[in-house]
Every structure is written in structure tokens, then in C-alpha cells.
């Protein structure tokens, strides 16, 4: 069965801090995508790492896919409160259907 | 931008009700997804249609469930006699071939 585990569920930081979030899995996914959701909608596509050891931004955000294609990290730099939501990260599952299956997510506030 | 338009965003039914959950995908895409969202859980996937059939189902999706797509635009999931554990929010997503999947807003259906 395939899981993925996100760590930590709940960070609260101050405005300006960096921080990091883990998505980790004992198998082998062909890509992963992270998502944030904010209260009272779907789930937005952030980014889709498809390569070991790739390394994407998205301006503040920086995302690194594991060389073994087994893990993720979300990296955010002098987060904003505008930061503040549900981030989660999904991989495919092992058929062809296109579904996906989620972490539980972390939930991250940033306090002005 | 296009986006998967649900409706109704609340629902509250009683138990053994059946419900009708209501999505517009975006108008070019060819897969549709149902996934929901049990408070402070993960989301978790329900169902995947492509071709006018179900090309995946979780073993969530028992025969209580069932999705339909009955005039090329909108996609529908139904609960046929509700539990209280089916109370969740409901997403429905879209894709056309590329990994990219779009989110509805959701609906929030509570069964009493």
C-alpha cells in the first residue's frame, strides 16, 4: 500500500521565519505534487517534481524531490501570513487511472 | 480560469436519505474525480471516470455510490441511503491528459 506521511501535521511560526515541510513514503512514486488548500476550497496545485534530486521555486517556495523519488520537502523562505493554509502533497497512485493519493497535510499559520 | 463548479456547497440530509453531489468539469476535460475529505483526516480518493465509465473505484465506493455523467457536462455523485460516517466534504477534480488536476470548491454534505 502506498502511503505518504507529511511532518510535522501543525507548525505556527512568526512572519519572516523559514520553514520546512516533509512528505515521506517508503515506495518509489514517479512524481509528486504539492497542493495548498484554504479553508472552504479544493485543493491548488502548486508544482509537480517529477526527477530525483529536482529542485523547483516558485518564489518564496522552494520544492526538492528525494534522489530515490521517495520523499519531498517544501521549503519556505520569510514566510507571510498570506502563507498561512493547508499544505499537502499527493503522489499517483501504482494504476494508470490518474488517482491520487494525499498526505494528511500540514497546517501552517504565520502570525504578523 | 475555467474552473470545477460544485453545487450545493452546504448539504444536510438525514440519515438513510440519498444525496445527488453535482460538479461542471472544466468543459475539455476528459477525466473526472470524485475525492472527499472527512474532518481533520486525509483526502481520500473515491472515484475516477474516464470514457463514460468508472476506470477506478476506492473501497469506499460501495454500492451505495454512484457517479454519472448524463449530458457531456455535468458529473454527479450519489449517495444512495446516507450514514452518519459518509458526512464529509466532497471534492470533485478534472484533468484533460496532462497531470495538472483541477478541484472543485467542494461540498460540505453533514448527514444527522
Known amino acids: 500500500t502506498q502511503l505518504l506521511e507529511q511532518s510535522p501535521q501543525f507548525l505556527s511560526i512568526q512572519e519572516g521565519e523559514n520553514l520546512t515541510v516533509y512528505c515521506n513514503s517508503s515506495?518509489?512514486?514517479?512524481?509528486l505534487q504539492w497542493y495548498r488548500q484554504e479553508p472552504g476550497e479544493g485543493p491548488v496545485l502548486l508544482v509537480t517534481?517529477?526527477?530525483?534530486?529536482e529542485v523547483k521555486k516558485l518564489k518564496r517556495l522552494t520544492f526538492q524531490f528525494g534522489d530515490a523519488r521517495k520523499d519531498s520537502s517544501l521549503h519556505i523562505t520569510a514566510a507571510q501570513p498570506g502563507d498561512t493554509g493547508l499544505y499537502l502533497c499527493?503522489?499517483?497512485?501504482?494504476?494508470?487511472?490518474?488517482?491520487?493519493?494525499f498526505g494528511q497535510g500540514t497546517t501552517l499559520q504565520v502570525k504578523p | 480560469e475555467p474552473e470545477v463548479t460544485q453545487t450545493p456547497s452546504h448539504q444536510v440530509t438525514q440519515m438513510g436519505q440519498e444525496v445527488i453531489l453535482r460538479c461542471v468539469p472544466i468543459?475539455?476535460?476528459?477525466?473526472f474525480y470524485w475525492y472527499r475529505q472527512i474532518l481533520g483526516q486525509k483526502v481520500e480518493f473515491l472515484v475516477s471516470?474516464?470514457?463514460?465509465?468508472?476506470?477506478?473505484k476506492s473501497e469506499i465506493f460501495d454500492d451505495q455510490f454512484s457517479v454519472e455523467r448524463p449530458d457531456g457536462s455535468n458529473f454527479t455523485l450519489k449517495i444512495r441511503s446516507t450514514k452518519l460516517e459518509d458526512s464529509a466534504m466532497y471534492f470533485c477534480?478534472?484533468?484533460?491528459?496532462?497531470?495538472?488536476?483541477?478541484f472543485g470548491s467542494g461540498t460540505q454534505l453533514s448527514v444527522l
Open positions: 471516470f474516464y470514457n463514460n465509465e468508472i476506470s477506478e
Open positions: 499527493a503522489g499517483p497512485g501504482s494504476s494508470n487511472t490518474g488517482k491520487l493519493i
Open positions: 517534481v517529477v526527477t530525483g534530486g
Open positions: 468543459s475539455n476535460h476528459l477525466y
Open positions: 477534480a478534472s484533468r484533460t491528459d496532462s497531470e495538472k488536476l483541477f
Open positions: 515506495s518509489v512514486f514517479s512524481s
